[in-house]
């Protein structure tokens, strides 16, 4: 019955309602938990307020889907209690039943997540932040708290002590756990989930500490037939563009202990739009893929986005992988391939084309795309060039790179609505290219309120939101001479053009 409500309160045909994205039926949204495959489901779990759409007391909001683009909406999975609100966390399915919660018949799922103690926050405390299980046997739809909780106190009063990512430790046979505090990421092990063990700590003088570290998540990837450990911490604020963002550093992990293989001063990011934060990837997911979904927004607006009913979505589902580029191991991220059961309309497929004017892509009014270009720079005059969307008010995004600058950018400050946050369009969000290959690939998905750049292969990814007050429903392309004059037209010289029209994940 509740699920029936569910579904049946959200029509999600709302102004700017995400099309090709998940966001919840109603009320506030930030970071992705839980999310762990069983059983044919990938379980996404979402910091939720269910009585605003601003932030509030935490619980974890719950979504399934069998193929990573439809989604179906599940009752509220954790709700705050005597211990505190229910801040990040992960799920792990205990398949050994190495915590006991399970039965003969039944494998538990078990998910740790951070208490938050308001109260004690409130009176001045500095311990009030503190880890705590849940577990379910019924595929995640009912949960009950573990009773001996909290599994890991903080019996050192450390006021940022959260985010909570469970993985499997093949060196020592046991859980491992890694979460972040205030400056640093911990390890964990346990053989039961439930009595904990320090193993090491990283990053006290790593990375970027233009914020406190958050949402940290460490798994293995391979290049090269080796085989690299990725550390994911976000950080707020900090990013490269302003507000919250995610560094990664790539390393070793020796079942205790990070080792960054890069010089500690170094930063990488894993997106460097403005809407990508607090990112982790999914525990168990079928033939080793490492899936990644982020939330869609950045705390130096998140809260004052123009939407009445809900607020936030999440990034689409990306498969995570690594490269050896000029620069470096880097990691690399595209929309995962199930995205592409979205694809209607062909309206674009060209090849050896030069643009010598913008020319207005036959689009058919709506604004769900996928575009998919590659640019011959050498045969490219033009020294910023890209993608403009438009509709009848004349409100205008761009998103394309600037050869000159050799930087990808994003450029909202025109693109309608933001008046809302002094925060949300200062100036054009700019990305350096990775790669110097001749043929630049750009890679686009538009949903009704965001962007998604994945270019030259995944090497740079960027996100970002906006808020047209009618959709836009033009798209074309633009070259131009300088990157001060928009009004004067350059070539631009594509060696291939793909786009497709999408289909709405919720109709
Ligand atoms: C990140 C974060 C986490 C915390 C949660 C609270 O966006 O601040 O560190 O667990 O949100 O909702």
Redesign the pocket.
Known sequence: MLILTLKAAAQYDEPHRPQLHFSPPANWM??PNGMVYADGEYHLFY?YYPNATV?GP?HWGHAVSRDLVHWENLPVALAPDKLGLI??GSAVLDARNSSGFGTAKKTPLVAMF?Y?DMDGEKAGRTDFQYQGLAYSLDKGRSWTKYDKNPVIPNTEKLKDF??TKLFWNEALKQWSVVF?VGDHVRFYSSPDLKSWTKTGEFGKSDGTHAGVW??PDLFPLTVGGRTKWVLLV?I?PGGPNGG?ATQYFVGDFDGKTFRNDNPPQNIFWLDQGRDD??GVTWSNAPRGRRIFLG?MSN?DYAQQVPTAKWRSAMTLPRELGLAETAEGVRLVQNPVRETQALRGRKFLSMKNYRLENEMNLDNGGSPLAELELEIDLAKTPATKFGVALTNAKGETYRVGYDAEAKRFFSDRRKAGRNDFSDLFAVKPHTAPRVVTDQTLRLHLIFDTASMELFADDGTVAMTDIFFPTEDFTRLKFFGLKSASQWNVPESVFFTQANAWNLKSIWR
Do not use: G
């Open positions: 930030n970071d910091q932030w935490m801040f990040s951070t938050h959260r985010d972040a958050e949402c976000s707020n919250s934060y607090a939330w705390w």
